[in-house]
């Protein structure tokens, strides 16, 4: 069955332009470059890996609730609505809210491919380069895979939530070769890392959570990419440069923070549009988890340096400001030991599968 044909509601054309800006940059210096950058380049190849096979896609998901998502944290979850809910009717909910959050996982994915082969052409310098064509690769493994998921367990897809599209145009028009680093790398995937975590840590499902452990295993390296060079660059900008990113970032962080609600699903269960979106204000779930998909873009913006008073008082308006200390290199780490931990769980079983079968394998033919 085609894409086309699972969307909830169809997208208004079946595929999006933006034009192009800025100038593709050849470099001639093939010297050996930053050996931080080359290091994590050499990291990017080394940990290249097949989603059709790394994943075991065996698992059977049931899409009415794909995710084991609790009651509880479901936007309806004590209003009038869900006391006239049949149980079928939650679980058709459950399923819209997990093909919502995947298919925006999905378009990101595109959207941050594309903005790792732009990074490929206009970035000036080539161990940028080496490092963002690995990148490009990673990000097609992403959606392949989360487009995988959401045909084959889900059957069932969202278009592109408006915001985050709105941030990816702003992104792809700037003609400025450091905006894709600064809108992909630092922000939309900065969020989309701790939106991943967060089902991985609380999903008690192994397919999902197989596929976010790996996923999120690729963009510890891409967040720390985008660190390192940004911050090396935006050390050179003169103050009024600086203030000119931190504007992009305050009206990125604020469409991130509206994208989160989900709304599109509520009125796909009859609900008008104002009403569900107050109900998602309302909802003290949705409240903590707008907060914590932030605890990755805050300390990195601080962290390139980009922290001026504006920025400051519009983390402050957001309840997000303290996120600002926290340790990105421990939640960095952390990504890695999970998926390695992951892995290693996966293949003991199998192994010892393995030698269960040859062990009665033999002992069937001594009995013989």
Same mark, same amino acid.
């Given at each position: 069955?085609? #894409? ?16 192009? #800006? ?145 941030? =990816?145009?702003?992104? *792809?028009?700037?003609? &400025? ?22 089902? &991985? ?43 000119? &990113? ?13 994208? =989160? ?31 914590? *998909? ?38 960095? #780490? ?35």
């Amino acid at each position: 069955m085609s #894409t086309h044909d699972l969307y909830v509601n169809a997208p208004a054309a079946r595929g999006w332009q933006v034009p192009a #800006t800025g100038a593709a940059r050849f470099s001639w210096d093939y010297d050996d470059g930053r050996e931080r950058l080359l290091a994590l380049y050499q990291k990017g190849k080394d940990k290249q890996w097949d989603g059709a096979t790394r994943i075991d896609w065996g698992i059977e998901v049931d899409p009415y609730d794909p995710l084991g998502t609790p009651d509880e944290v479901l936007t309806l979850h004590g209003t009038r609505h869900w006391a006239k809910m049949t149980e079928k009717d939650k679980g058709e909910l459950r399923r819209h809210y997990a093909s919502w959050q995947f298919s925006q996982f999905l378009h990101g994915e595109q959207g941050a491919m594309i903005c790792a082969a732009r990074i490929v052409e206009s970035v000036p310098d080539l161990d940028a380069k080496f490092y963002s064509a690995t990148q490009t690769m990673d990000e097609a493994r992403h959606a392949e895979i989360y487009g995988r998921f959401l045909h084959e367990k889900i059957g069932m897809l969202y278009p592109i939530n408006d915001n985050l599209k709105g941030l =990816l145009d702003d992104t *792809l028009r700037d003609s &400025r070769w450091d905006m894709p680093y600064l809108g992909m790398q630092v922000l939309i995937e900065g969020l989309a890392l701790a939106a991943f975590g967060m089902i &991985r840590d609380t999903t008690d499902k192994p397919l999902p959570k197989q596929i976010l452990a790996y996923v999120m295993q690729d963009e510890a390296r891409h967040v720390a990419f985008g660190r390192m060079a940004l911050r090396d660059y935006y050390k050179q900008l003169s103050d009024a440069e600086l203030r000119e &990113r931190e504007e992009f970032v305050i009206e990125g962080c604020y469409l991130m923070r509206d994208r =989160l609600r989900g709304v599109e699903v509520l009125e796909n269960f009859g609900i008008p549009k104002k009403e569900a979106e107050e109900l998602s204000e309302q909802s003290e779930f949705l409240h903590l988890f707008r907060k914590l *998909l932030f605890s990755r873009i805050v300390p990195c913006v601080k962290d390139i340096g980009l922290w001026g008073e504006r920025l400051q008082k519009a983390y402050l308006d957001m309840g997000v400001f303290d996120l600002g200390d926290s340790n990105l290199d421990l939640l960095m #780490t952390q990504d890695e030991e999970i998926a390695e931990a992951l892995d290693r769980e996966r293949f003991a079983a199998e192994e010892a599968e393995r030698v269960a079968e040859v062990e009665s394998a033999i002992a069937d033919g001594a009995q013989r």
